[in-house]
């Protein structure tokens, strides 16, 4: 994407505010209010075609009669007058239309909305909106928004979905004191997205981190792309993660993908660091702005009461970073600042005798350790100490320190001192909170973006030696009998991706099925094959451990006449003679086509795991196999995988290997698929391989 084309938008030189007026109250007046108050150094050009002046500037009656260019027009005037005034934003070369209007897909006008956006396109202009609140952006002094004031300048920005939400967090960011650069207000999202935003705000020199407030992606895959390839910090408040959609899906996969889980996982694979609700995301924006990544697991709490330290020791355990205790020398430096009745273990509790002196001196000693990865400084306000001066304590002893690339938070528990001297420390760039565990939290951020990129997502390299030709002459099979694909037939896909399927040929009479048995060898699974029976089981259309010639013949007779009975009017193809995997731990493969972000793949441990637990993991697919490595080791039954009480591990590799053919496979023929499942996989011991031994594929409707 061409970058200085979202400069008009997002630093325009010159605004045009279509719809402003002089009269107090309306959006129109407090747009070019705003943009007088914030100290907008451009030209601003008022368009009324009333009017001569607003508010002491020269109004125009249209866009096509101001002298000069302008970058970006504010529209501000009601939803069906909108198209005519973009055409004529076109025709005067405007680069950017800020749309605060509403009245358009919102309430049903997608017809008006489709029209802005193509008369814009026309002319290559870009679109914010419509149905926002505006841009606010400190380092260019413009508030091009009816939101109340500039908000608390500062390293982050945040670009919101929600309109009320922004006007909210602009003012909260004050008595919050978290700090942003620029407020983005992006609405309905007719053009300009979220991937736009995060690829434009990740060369913004003034954003450190890229704050977001999203209801729903657009583009999710694109979106992963722009996020992973970003250098600066994303977080992201998700709302509306309720089990929408999950009731209409037909397939297990897609019962379990409507709670969120796809957006986890999309986030996870963007390197997206997750903010559980709207102060969680200005407590982790702050530390995020401000803080280095954590690159190691080891938390050092240093605290000058006890009870303050057990909660941060709580909240450390809660949000993944576990404390342990201080290695030795860490310890003997630390027992220089404290009384003999001090701990030196971590927390290490300096006792309410602590004063300056010895946070200053644990701090400065200890922050540069090796084995030290980060640091939470607490301190619960006393009557002997000053708040201001332990504040300036830490930040003395971090500079001396010279540590620059571990992060640092700080909690001060206490009144109104104490939260002067937080204050003090967020201009001073260390992130202040007033709770122990929400220190601990926004350390916790910090670990989770580290992580996030360690993992490093890597390339996918397709596998060369499938068969896409083979599984799509299947599918245009079934297309062309417009039927349900059979098991057979699923399995025959799953074979052309290299997916090791249990042995499943199609007899069509008794004779042939004794034959088939024979040749697979004894014992036998046998199953009913018909595009209308895909409940097998319900039917009777299944037998198992099938021992030889004479049981072949009377499974065989037994199935069809079961299936017979349940299903007067089923298309019968036969039944299917089926190799009889072993028994060992069995897990599901599934995958939906998400409507965000396309092809996603799940895994799960097999049985109850599944079905009652939901111990399930997702990710966008394509996934390579170090990616699928992950996922084995995100299910909270992972240590089955592993080998629990004395038994061997499974084989994990070549299950890793499986995840990502069946990956490869749902991406290729994405535009078929709609859902698809291996229920069960049978997963040996290490070396010994995996076999899908039921397979399930639902292609879309077309
Ligand atoms: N060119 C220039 N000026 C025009 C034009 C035009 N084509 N047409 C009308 N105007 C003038 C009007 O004469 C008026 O000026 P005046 O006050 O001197 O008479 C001014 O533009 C505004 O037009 P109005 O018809 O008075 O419109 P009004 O101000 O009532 O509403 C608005 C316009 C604000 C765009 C409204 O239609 C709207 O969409 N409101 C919702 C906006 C919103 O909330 N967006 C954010 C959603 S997120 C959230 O919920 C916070």
Same mark, same amino acid.
């Given at each position: ?462 596998? %060369? #030696?499938?068969?896409? $030709? +083979?599984?799509?002459? *299947?599918? &245009?099979?079934? =297309? @062309?009998?417009?039927? !349900? ?63 030889? %010639? #004479?049981?072949?013949? $009377? +499974?065989?007779?037994? *199935?069809? &006449?079961?299936? =017979? @009975?349940?299903?007067? !009017? ?133």
């Amino acid at each position: 994407m061409n970058l200085e084309v979202l400069n008009g938008l997002l630093k325009p030189k010159s605004i045009a505010v279509v719809g402003a007026s002089a009269t107090p109250g309306k959006i129109g007046y407090t747009v070019v209010k705003n943009l007088l108050d914030s100290g907008y150094e451009g030209p601003i050009y008022p368009i009324n075609p009333k009017r001569d002046e607003i508010l002491g500037l020269k109004a125009y009656p249209s866009v096509l009669d101001v002298p000069g260019p302008i970058d970006a027009a504010v529209i501000v005037i009601p939803a069906r007058y909108v198209v005519q005034v973009a055409e004529e934003c076109g025709k005067k070369g405007v680069k950017g239309l800020i749309v605060i209007a509403s009245g358009f897909s919102e309430v049903g006008r997608h017809d008006l909305e489709d029209a802005l956006v193509s008369t814009a396109r026309r002319y290559g202009m870009r679109v914010l909106g419509p149905n926002i609140v505006g841009v606010l952006s400190n380092s260019d002094k413009c508030n091009a928004s009816f939101a109340p004031i500039l908000p608390l300048p500062g390293k982050a920005s945040l670009v919101s979905q929600s309109g009320a939400l922004l006007i909210a967090m602009d003012t909260a960011t004050y008595t919050r004191r978290v700090g942003f650069d620029k407020l983005i207000s992006i609405g309905n999202m007719s053009d300009v997205n979220f991937a736009d935003m995060v690829e434009w705000l990740s060369q913004d020199e003034n954003t450190a981190c890229i704050s977001l407030y999203i209801e729903g992606l657009k583009d999710g895959r694109r979106f992963i792309e722009v996020s992973r390839k970003t250098a600066k910090p994303i977080i992201a408040l998700k709302s509306g993660v309720s089990a929408h959609g999950a009731a209409a899906a037909a397939s297990h996969t897609g019962s379990l993908a409507g709670s969120g889980k796809v957006y986890e996982a999309a986030f996870q694979q963007a390197g997206v660091v997750h903010a559980s609700d709207l102060n969680n995301l200005f407590d982790r924006t702050l530390a995020l702005s401000l803080q280095p990544p954590m690159k190691g697991e080891n938390l050092l709490i240093i605290t000058n009461g006890g009870g303050v330290g057990v909660l941060a020791t709580d909240a450390a355990e809660r949000y993944g970073i576990p404390l342990r205790f201080a290695p030795e020398d860490v310890q003997a430096e630390l027992k220089k600042h404290m009384p003999e009745f001090g701990s030196a273990k971590n927390p290490a509790d300096l006792t309410g005798m602590a004063g300056r002196e010895w946070y200053e001196e644990s701090v400065e000693h200890t922050f540069g350790h090796p084995w030290v990865d980060a640091l939470t400084v607490l301190y619960c306000e006393t009557a002997m100490t000053d708040p201001m001066e332990i504040a300036k304590a830490i930040k003395a002893a971090v500079d001396r320190s010279g540590v620059t690339d571990k992060p640092i938070t700080v909690s001060f528990v206490g009144g109104e001192r104490s939260e002067r001297a937080m204050q003090w420390l967020v201009e001073h760039g260390i992130p202040a909170y007033g709770a122990p565990d929400v220190a601990v939290n926004a350390i916790a951020a910090l670990r989770e973006y580290a992580l996030t990129h360690e993992a490093g997502q890597g390339e996918f390299h397709p596998y %060369a #030696d499938v068969d896409e $030709a +083979a599984a799509r002459a *299947i599918v &245009a099979k079934v =297309r @062309a009998e417009g039927r !349900e694909m059979t098991e057979i037939e699923a399995k025959g896909i799953f074979k052309a991706y290299g997916l090791p399927v249990a042995q499943t040929i199609l007899a069509t009479t008794e004779e042939e099925a004794v034959k088939l048995a024979a040749q697979i060898g004894y014992p036998v699974v046998m199953k009913i094959v018909s595009p209308d029976i895909l409940h097998k089981s319900d039917a009777g259309g299944v037998k198992v451990n099938v021992k030889n %010639a #004479d049981e072949v013949r $009377a +499974a065989y007779n037994e *199935i069809l &006449a079961n299936a =017979r @009975a349940y299903k007067p !009017e089923a298309d019968i193809h036969g039944v299917a003679i089926q190799e009889m995997a072993p028994r060992a731990t069995e897990v599901i493969l599934g995958s939906i086509n998400d409507p965000t972000f396309g092809p996603t793949v799940m895994f799960g441990l097999g049985g109850i795991f599944v079905e009652v637990l939901k111990d399930v993991t997702f990710r966008v697919a394509p996934v390579n196999e170090a990616m699928a490595a992950q996922m084995l080791t995100d299910i909270k039954g992972a240590p089955i995988l592993a080998g629990v009480r004395g038994e061997k591990p499974r084989d994990r590799a070549a299950l890793a290997e499986v995840l990502s053919r069946y990956s490869q496979m749902i991406t290729d023929l994405g535009d078929e698929i709609a859902e698809s499942d291996a229920n069960p996989v049978i997963v040996y011991e290490e070396g010994q391989g995996v076999k899908v031994v039921d397979a399930r594929i639902i292609l879309k409707t077309k």
